[in-house]
């Protein structure tokens, strides 16, 4: 019997940073909210900075509310907070000098 068929659902917590990777896989009893995996995957007391913190979260890519429904195999995505503006950043990255490009990738570019 698959976990889909006994009311339960299989689903995943991810958070990422540069020098952290959290990755929890939950069986949750059906049905389930994103807020209830998150409680349960236990990230908000092994990452210390999203203890208080408001969560923007999606799944599979797709920004969703923490009161949404989860599917057998979702896997939830603990968005963190734009550091830069991406104008700014794509500003900076302009003026930063690129090095020439020489070979036979240079001829066909």
């Known amino acids: 019997m698959?976990?889909?068929?006994?009311?339960?659902?299989r689903v995943s917590v991810v958070y990422l940073r540069p020098d952290l990777t959290?990755?929890?896989?939950l069986l949750l009893q059906a049905p389930a909210t994103v807020s209830e995996a998150i409680e349960a995957s236990d990230v908000r007391r092994q990452v210390p900075e999203l203890a208080g913190?408001?969560?923007?979260?999606?799944?599979f890519g797709q920004r969703?509310?923490?009161?949404?429904?989860?599917h057998e195999g979702?896997?939830?995505?603990?968005?963190?907070?734009?550091?830069?503006?991406?104008?700014?950043a794509r500003r900076l990255r302009g003026t930063v000098p690129r090095p020439r490009r020489t070979g036979k990738a240079a001829k066909t570019a």
Do not use: Q
């Open 2 to 9: 698959s976990a889909a068929e006994s009311g339960r659902l």
């Open 22 to 25: 959290f990755r929890r896989t």
């Open 53 to 59: 913190a408001e969560l923007v979260v999606g799944v």
């Open 64 to 70: 969703r509310s923490l009161a949404d429904l989860l």
């Open 74 to 88: 979702d896997r939830i995505e603990i968005y963190r907070p734009l550091t830069i503006d991406p104008k700014e």
